[in-house]
Every structure is written in C-alpha cells, then in structure tokens.
C-alpha cells in the first residue's frame, strides 16, 4: 500500500525523458498515454506506439510531451504532405493514414461518451466515420494572416501556441484555386508595396486574406480586412487583382481596427464586383455574403445534411424545428418532406437570409429571431407542437434552457448534430431518461484534423 502511495507522488519533471506506450489519440489529436499513473499528451505519437518523451509542460493532473525517439512505429504512421505540417498547428493528423483516422475519430467520440455519460457504450450503435474517397483540397475558405519576413510578403497562420506567421504557400487542404489567389493577392500586395499590419507595434493597415471559392460554380471572392479605414492604393490593387484574377467575382473590404483575435471587424464595403458568390449543394442554390456561415468542406456538407434527412425519416405529415438554424441551411434540405418548418436563430441577418432561401426554394418555412425556448413555448400555447427537432449548436453546445424546453415538449424524435464530442456526451446524457439513443454517425468534415463532427438520433421513450 505504501508503495502505491509514493508511486502516485511521483512528479514527472520538465525537462525529465521517460519511455511511453501510447494507448489512444485524444480529443485534439495528441497521443495519449500513461507515466506512473500520470496522463501524458504527446503531439505527433499515435496507439500502439513506443516513443522516448521529453516533459515540456506539468500540469497538476497531466503532463504535456515531445517525441525523442520512436522505438516503435505504428504502422499506420505516414509522411505528411505539407512541408509546414509540424509548425503550422492547422492540421493533426497527416502523419496518420486516413483509413485510420478514420477510425480514431470513431474512438474520440467514444471517448467523450465514457467520460461524460452513464450510458452502457458498448450497446449503442456508433457507425463507423463517413469519410471522403480524396480527403485533400477540400476546404472552400481560407483565413490567412499577412506579415512580412526578409522583406517578402507572406501570408497563412500562426504557429501553434505562438505569434510567429507561418508561411503556407501550398495548403494541402485548401481548395487549388484558393491558393492560386492567395499567391497573386501577396505578389500584388508585395509589388505595390501596401502596407502591413504590424501586431507589436499596433501599425500598418492590412491584417488579413480571406479567400471563398464557390465549388459548383467556380466563383471566388476576396475580402482584404484592414486595421485602417482606408485600403492603401486602393484603386491600383482592386485594378491588379481584376486583371490577374479575372476569375475573382466579388472583392470587398472589411474593416477591423480592433486587436482581437476575431478575422472581422463590423463595417465591411463592397470594392468591385458582386457583394456575394453563389454556391451549389445538390439542388440548392445559396448566396454567400463575405461573412455569411457556410460550411467549409461542400462534399460532407451534402454527406451530413442527408444523414439528417435520413434521420428524420420524414414523412410528409411532421412538423420540424430547425433550432441554430443559421441562413437555414439543415432545414431547408429536409424541408420538401415536412408538413412544415419552423426555424430561430439569435442573429437577425442570419434570419434574413433563411427567409430569402425559405422563398427561393418554395418551401413552406417561418423563421424568426431569437432561441428555441424562446420560441417552442410560445408555439406550443398557440397549439403548434413540433414532431422532429434538429439542432446544430455551437462548439460549446447545447443552452441549458433548451435543454430544459426539449424535456417538456417532447418531440418523437431529437436529431443532434455536433462539432464538438465533449458538448453533444454532456447533452444527450441529460436526455437519456426521456430518450433511446439509436445510433451515433460520425462525419469526417475536416479530413487530416482531429475534428469529428457526428448526427445523434434520439427517440422519445415510448
């Protein structure tokens, strides 16, 4: 017994090197495994693999690691495409064959579900990860961050934990056409000599690239966000990237004079072009403004909304809430097979929008501005009980008060959709006594990352 007391004492120190058998992938893609009853996170190490680990961080209840040395290699581990991979922090799983990130992914969920349910794991249905047939290129959108280093304009993101801007001439998980834009947008930007935001010094004008493709329809748009009001030499570079670019429909500028980490600021101006590009998902035609939500990876987006259809097992007769219902988007690609939808959102252009889309696609849609237990309540006196609920919350998860509201409206069938494995266990461990869970299907939205985005059908207890 003593010996088990003085063996839980034992500190890893920083600095210290020990031996590691790594047993999972945690929920932000690091290797996990055990030192002396100790929990160590290794970035980079994978299951099944025996590394040497340097401490680089001691926490009260976990240690943070490096990989010295990989005495055994899983034999899934593989070379990673991007050149940047190990400092750009973007992606943290190329060094992972994709058949068995797969797999990984299904095992986060799963550890989620262990950690903070009571459910039996073992006797729910979780399907295995739907994943893409190329899981490159696959990103519409791309947010990078412009500085300068030895006297050339670069742009992409900061290294992880850092300040220093990271340079990514080639994103492996960008769309072609988006790195096609960036390179030029930074070559116009280098031959006019335009000012740079500086963040020390708090000087300087221009912050960051924000480049959207349209996929189905070729269009791209460009947003230049400035910490000036003004964009230096303004007519000279919106000219260059028309001449260049001519594919570039839209080009606008949004303003940000805040230090924050947020891309956006709130006044955005239309510089040429149109002010949106379209996009095309199946039969569905949609309007993007330069800060409007979209979903990033177009071909899961169309996986994930029919596994939504899919779960609703709509009939025609079923009244359906689309709550987070955003510009309307979930919805609207199960609407045609609703009685009808009802949706809320607490961002009144996002409401806008649903209603444009709701009128565009001739579906029968109200849509209104504010949260669902707001609203389900109010409906629910007026006679208006819903069949289906879906909900697409935020990474942080479910309100509380919704929570509450689904408790006592008691619709036959709660559809879950979730970016965040932590947020959706604590959810629908709060329904497991009014609900069955008849299975988990994850979605892998963002090949070579540790994200893993799932639907959840729950059924009411009969």
Known sequence: MTNMKQENKVKINVKQTFPLTIKRIGINGEGVGYFKRQVVFVP?????????????????????GRIKKIRKASPHRTTPLCPVYEQCGGCQLQHLKYDQQLNEKRDILIQSLERHTKLSIDSLDIRATIGMDDPW????????????????VIAGLYSLNSHRLI????????????NQVLTTVKQILQDFNISLYDEKK????????????????GHIQVVIVTATNELPKKQ??????????????????NINPKKTSLIFGDKTLPLAGSETIEEQLEDYTYELSARAFFQLNPVQTVKLYNE????????????VVDAYCGSGTIGLWVGKEAAEIRGMDVIAESIKDARKNAKKFGIDAVYEVGTAEEWLPKWMKEGWKPDVVIVDPPRTGCD?????????????RFIYVSCNPSTLAKDINQLGHLYNIEYIQPVDMFPQTAHVESVTLLALKV
């Open 202 to 217: 708090n000087k300087g004008s221009v912050k960051t690239v924000v480049t959207r493709v349209g996929i189905a329809t």
């Open 137 to 152: 290129n696959y990103r519409n959108k791309s947010q990078f961050q412009v500085g300068k280093k030895e006297g050339k």
């Open 308 to 319: 939504v259809k899919k779960a609703a097992q709509l009939t025609g007769e079923e009244k």
């Open 44 to 64: 980079g190490a994978l299951p099944g693999e025996e590394v040497v680990v340097e401490a680089t961080k001691v926490h009260p209840k976990f240690a943070e």
């Open 167 to 178: 340079d990514i001439p080639d994103c492996a998980v960008q769309q072609p056409a988006i």
């Open 236 to 253: 000279l570079v919106v000219a260059e990237i028309q001449k260049r670019l001519p594919q570039v429909k839209s080009i606008i500028q």
């Open 400 to 412: 509380q008060k919704l929570l509450e509201t689904i408790k006592q409206v008691k619709p036959k």
